[in-house]
């Protein structure tokens, strides 16, 4: 449950999670395996499918966040 828990935290959806739940590999201690280990890996393309929609997200955020901004008279944040 810990391994599931951590995935949903860093954004995946349970959908995402079950595309690859025949691949995870839950070690003891209830922590996701390591870089490189099978599971919800990018070569599964779980990952690649997420960080695309969050990165729409983002753009989409971003957007309407400098719109307000701009109409507000309000300073448009800099991004890292």
Request: positive net charge; contains cysteine.
């Amino acid at each position: 449950m810990r391994v599931i828990r951590e995935l949903l935290s860093l954004g995946l959806t349970i959908e995402d999670v079950s595309r690859c739940a025949d691949r995870l590999h839950l070690l003891e201690g209830g922590r996701l395996p390591a870089r490189g280990a099978p599971g919800c890996t990018a070569s599964s393309g779980v990952v690649e499918r997420r960080l695309a929609v969050l990165d729409a997200e983002i753009s989409r955020l971003t957007h309407l966040r400098d719109q307000l901004a701009s109409r507000a008279g309000v300073r448009a944040a800099k991004t890292p």
